[in-house]
């Protein structure tokens, strides 16, 4: 063999590894192929230039850690990700709590839906630039939103208190009529006696009702008496708490007996014409302080 043709294939040989060491390369890089096929552009140069293959290696372990730098921070990133959204739904789920609240508030406290609306979105504008909001910055204003949910949380925590003892008060108040859909067929005061002739106290307000019709507690209490009475036939009395006390007359049938807790609008009595009674209706009477009341002073205007 002459020189000549021993130099060309020794120089065939050494194209043909160096291209092997140039895939094995683009392999390494994965899924980077214009980087990939710059590091074969590289190689190539490189062993065109006679670097040697210890170099090759070291190139192929910088690449190699560089994948791995890559993984751990996308890795990273998505703890990030996926810590931001488990506090995104803490916060949502806050506010879902705190506009139940709120309008639940509203109908107590008999607020203007317009005014107090849960259920529609905060109008809000903006102008100017937008520039990419860094993660610290984005953890910062959960952080903020949150401490103002709990501040919120608090305050309307607070109020729901003090609008349920005012609920509680007015509930406790003898402010409701005792049967639905009456009227009243005989005033508070002096009267012309239906019995005896001449002009009588009428300590209460009649109600016009059926027999039978549902007698109804006009403010929350408990029945101090349920029986019968002189004159008054069957008879409910409630203690309301506050210093009144109600007392409902000539009841066909007591549904309740003492020491029961009733509330507003809850039946405590059949309608009646038990004791001294010309026919059914319900003889309402309030009593505040020991002293009888004229019951119209606190009667709503509504019936019912």
């Not at 063999?1 to 683009?26: C, E, I, K, N, P």
């Not at 062993?47 to 293959?53: L, N, P, S």
């Not at 090759?56 to 730098?69: I, S, T």
């Not at 307000?205 to 403010?219: C, E, K, M, N, Q």
């Amino acid at each position: 063999m002459t020189l000549h043709r021993t130099l060309q294939h020794s120089h065939q040989w050494f194209l043909h590894y160096a291209r092997r060491g140039a895939r094995g390369l683009a392999r390494a890089v994965g899924s980077r192929p214009l980087l990939a096929a710059g590091a074969t552009l590289v190689l190539g140069a490189a062993v065109g230039a006679g670097v040697q293959w210890g170099e090759v290696n070291a190139l192929r372990a910088e690449l190699a850690g560089q994948d791995a730098r890559l993984e751990e921070t996308r890795r990273a990133a998505q703890r990030e990700v996926n810590a931001l959204a488990a506090r995104l739904g803490e916060l949502q789920a806050q506010a879902n709590r705190l506009n139940a609240l709120g309008d639940r508030l509203t109908r107590v406290a008999q607020l203007g839906d317009g005014e107090f609306d849960f259920n529609s979105p905060v109008a809000v504008g903006g102008h100017g630039p937008v520039d990419d909001m860094a993660a610290g910055e984005l953890r910062s204003g959960i952080a903020d939103v949150g401490m103002e949910f709990n501040a919120a949380g608090g305050q309307l925590s607070v109020l729901e208190m003090l609008l349920f003892n005012r609920e509680l008060d007015r509930n406790a108040v003898p402010s409701r009529w005792p049967v639905s859909g009456s009227y009243i067929s005989s005033g508070f005061g002096r009267r012309a006696d239906p019995f005896g002739g001449g002009a009588a106290w009428h300590k209460g307000i009649d109600f016009s009702a059926r027999t039978g019709d549902p007698v109804l507690a006009v403010a929350d209490g408990v029945v101090s008496y349920s029986g019968r009475r002189s004159g008054y036939g069957n008879v409910v009395e409630v203690d309301h708490g506050n210093g009144y006390v109600t007392r409902y007359a000539h009841n066909s049938r007591n549904v309740v007996q003492v020491g029961d807790l009733v509330r507003v609008g809850q039946e405590v009595a059949k309608a009646g014409s038990t004791g001294r009674s010309t026919g059914a209706h319900v003889h309402l009477e309030v009593w505040q302080n020991g002293r009888v009341v004229n019951p119209r002073k606190l009667l709503a205007e509504q019936k019912g």
